[in-house]
């Protein structure tokens, strides 16, 4: 259950007063910046410090760029597990926004939702016209009081881990039958994760990457779609494409790869692909995480730009040990079970 589902029909205030949009995606002038959760944790470890170069950084920020964070960045913070530390998180958080520029976007299922629902009923589809800004987790960021979020936190601690079960066994446990499979193809085995999208996307429309799409739009929708429509939607929505891409990147490293990684990008990490298309850059402090969005990035071909945290802190002359940059650092239940602190 994440934030926006607990509290939708409780008669809570949907939206803040206190903090007013009136543009989408387009309209937004400034360079669009987001960030993972290592990203978050990282900029959280220069901010708690108090130097200096903290703010100079935070102004830099509020100057030149419009702050769009998301859902499954605060699912991750409303699941730390020590209340004062989850508490520190939220008021960077709202730092971040505080120059009026930036907004917050829905969990990733949510936005795929609105933009199967808006290719359904919209002609022509825009995609970057569909409203995918929450103003549940906009109101955590802003609200003086969070009712019962020990009970939230608690409760997203533990659907996170299941939900990351659930995910890796769903990609992981077919491993000895592809692997079989690869033994009888080893010439046309696909080597990549794009090599394998390329693949099962001329396999129309019964492929893999097909199935995928069709089953996701018609879970978003509640109803079929024609296998042309599809291929449409596909094409002209970056977003879901980055969705696919993600999933062909899970199910290569983990089944389809003979060299099996040590780690992956967990769940929350490539469905943060989703946010890839609303952002000019995309900055993470996660060497794994990095690697795979860089993939979707290529196999989706969108327009946005993965930054390790310590590149993009080097553009404002902060050395790196003041910035927080600290690859092994992992925040929430889609790495280590809590931030390191």
Not at 170 to 181: A, D, G, I, T
Not at 251 to 260: C, E, K, L, N, W
Not at 288 to 299: E, F, H, N, P
Request: proline residues 6%; charged residues 25%; glycine residues 6%.
């Amino acid at each position: 259950m994440n934030l926006s589902s607990r509290f939708r029909g409780t008669g809570r205030p949907q939206g803040p007063t206190y903090l007013c949009y009136d543009y989408v995606v387009p309209k937004m002038d400034r360079k669009i910046l987001g960030f993972d959760t290592s990203g978050i944790d990282a900029l959280y470890r220069l901010y708690r410090s108090g130097a200096s170069d903290a703010e100079s950084l935070l102004g830099g920020l509020d100057a030149g760029y419009a702050v769009r964070l998301n859902a499954t960045t605060l699912d991750e913070i409303i699941a730390h597990p020590v209340a004062d530390e989850r508490e520190k998180l939220r008021m960077l958080c709202r730092r971040l926004l505080m120059n009026g520029e930036g907004d917050v976007i829905l969990p990733s299922h949510e936005i795929t939702i609105q933009l199967a629902l808006a290719f359904e009923s919209q002609q022509p589809f825009n995609w970057t016209e569909v409203d995918i800004r929450s103003s549940e987790y906009t109101g955590f960021i802003f609200e003086n009081e969070i009712p019962d979020i020990d009970e939230v936190s608690a409760e997203q601690l533990i659907q996170a881990k299941d939900a990351a079960q659930q995910f890796e066994s769903v990609f992981l446990n077919p491993r000895s039958v592809f692997q079989e499979l690869r033994k009888k193809h080893r010439d046309s085995w696909p080597m990549s994760a794009a090599e394998l999208t390329e693949m099962l996307k001329h396999r129309r429309p019964h492929g893999a990457y097909w199935h995928f799409a069709k089953g996701l739009f018609e879970r978003a929708t509640g109803r079929p779609i024609a296998d042309e429509r599809i291929e449409i939607f596909v094409r002209e929505c970056p977003p879901f494409r980055a969705l696919l891409a993600a999933l062909m990147v899970a199910q290569f490293d983990r089944a389809i790869t003979p060299d099996q990684p040590p780690r992956f990008a967990g769940r929350n990490d490539l469905f943060m692909s989703v946010y890839l298309p609303y952002c000019h850059e995309f900055i993470s402090n996660d060497h794994r995480q990095q690697i795979a969005l860089r993939a979707v990035v290529d196999i989706a071909e969108l327009d946005v730009n993965v930054c390790w945290y310590k590149n993009f802190v080097d553009r404002f002359s902060l050395p790196s040990t003041i910035c927080g940059a600290r690859p092994a650092a992992r925040l929430g239940p889609s790495g280590a079970s809590s931030l390191d602190l």
